[in-house]
């Protein structure tokens, strides 16, 4: 039976252990998800040298960036984006392309999925004068948001709590910014359960229906940041199909 699964530490409840359950069940695949829950990134090799089965892993906080060294190739997406979720597992001899592959006996290449799900997830709202985004929050997430952004042709500036060059602060944020920016994307965790009464600090008031607010955060379904968007008319999603695309995203991935 084929193995793929989940590395991170801690991993608690595991959207994509549910997800690939039910999928491989549905559409019969012989195959199981695990959860690998592992304090250390360096663990990854140990993961794979005692699964021989396991062809595949997402990858989840904290070990996106650390376990990079230690993979044998990377997608162009995941090297420009400098984080890595889907790991794709290669035993076959041909595949066994650097020294350190051929030494271990199978092959690390890395993939990031966040730029599928997340441009896969948005495009179907963008109208033609969303040409400028916001991104809120500047941590690993955003990264990849960003590049999405510009894959899209859309204009982007990061939204931080501390002052940046190239960047505003949201005490800086004024109605004409909004209106200049209508794409406004939450990278943060601001939000997110059980912190559902707070919201990033916004002028929510001077949205319109131009507006198109995107959360990546999925718990709740509507966060306190889409709800004040919504009731000046603007457009809101949450990050939950993004999650399944990312998902989906990961299979393609592995069955390359």
């Known amino acids: 039976m084929e193995k793929y699964g989940l590395i991170g530490y801690p991993l608690g409840h595991s959207f994509s252990r549910k997800f690939f359950t039910e999928k491989f069940a549905n559409e019969g695949i012989n195959a199981e998800y695990l959860n690998f829950e592992i304090p250390d990134a360096t663990t990854l090799l140990d ?68 730029i599928i799900g997340f441009t896969d997830s948005i495009r179907p709202l963008l109208k033609p004068y969303h040409t400028k985004a916001l991104v809120l929050g500047t941590g690993g997430a955003s990264k990849a948001i960003c590049v999405g952004l510009e894959k899209m042709g859309i204009e982007w500036k990061y939204v931080s709590r501390r002052p940046a060059p190239g960047q505003f602060t949201y005490d800086e944020l004024t109605p004409a910014i ?65 999650l399944h695309l990312q998902a989906l995203a990961s299979w393609e991935f592995w069955n390359k």
């Open 47 to 114: 993961v794979v040298k005692g699964n021989p089965t396991l062809r595949g892993l997402n990858c989840t906080i904290p070990h996106k960036q650390a376990i990079i060294p230690m993979l044998d190739e990377l997608s162009d997406e995941a090297r420009r984006i400098g984080a890595v979720n889907v790991i794709r597992i290669s035993r076959q001899p041909e595949a066994l392309t650097t020294p350190q592959a051929k030494e271990r006996g199978f092959h690390l290449k890395g993939f990031n999925s966040d």
């Open 178 to 242: 909004i209106q200049e920016y209508p794409v406004i994307v939450n990278c943060s965790p601001v939000g997110m359960h059980p912190h559902v009464d707070e919201c990033p600090a916004l002028p929510y008031e001077s949205m319109t229906d131009r507006n198109l607010l995107f959360d990546l955060v999925y718990n709740p379904l509507e966060t306190l940041f889409m709800r004040r968007g919504a009731e000046q008319g603007a457009t809101v999603k949450n990050g939950l199909e993004m």
